[in-house]
Nanobody
């Protein structure tokens, strides 16, 4: 069973930076998609950034140029470097993973972390 544990969240002022980490374990295969999502109360969970099976990265338009997703394959660790944070970036951030290709829909992701809170103040 794949398990995902996020860390690195917290509070920061607008313009600041945070680095999220996701430690993944339990993989019985080597090809998987992994990424970051976020959600605020009353809104649908949205994709922030993902890394696919070919190590291609895809970002939401709202974070391009500010966030960088990366991973260390050897120990299944995923990162999200967030720079120039804005108040609108405040959300619960989730790490998610799926075997094989990246799902197009949220319902296609089988494994989720419990989430970690990021608060950006003005």
């Amino acid at each position: 069973q794949v398990q995902l544990v996020e860390s690195g969240g917290g509070s920061v002022q607008a313009g600041g930076s945070l680095r999220l980490s996701c430690e993944a374990s339990g993989y019985a295969y080597t090809s998987y998609c992994i990424g970051w999502f976020r959600q605020t109360p009353g809104k649908e969970r949205e994709r922030v950034a993902i890394i696919d099976t070919d190590d291609e990265t895809i970002y939401a338009e709202s974070v391009k140029g500010r966030f960088t997703i990366s991973r260390i394959k050897a120990n299944h660790t995923l990162f999200l470097q967030m720079n120039n944070l804005k108040v609108d970036d405040s959300a619960m951030f989730y790490c998610a993973s799926q075997r094989g290709n990246c799902p197009l829909r949220l319902s296609g992701w089988d494994y989720w972390g419990k989430g970690i809170l990021v608060i950006v103040s003005s």
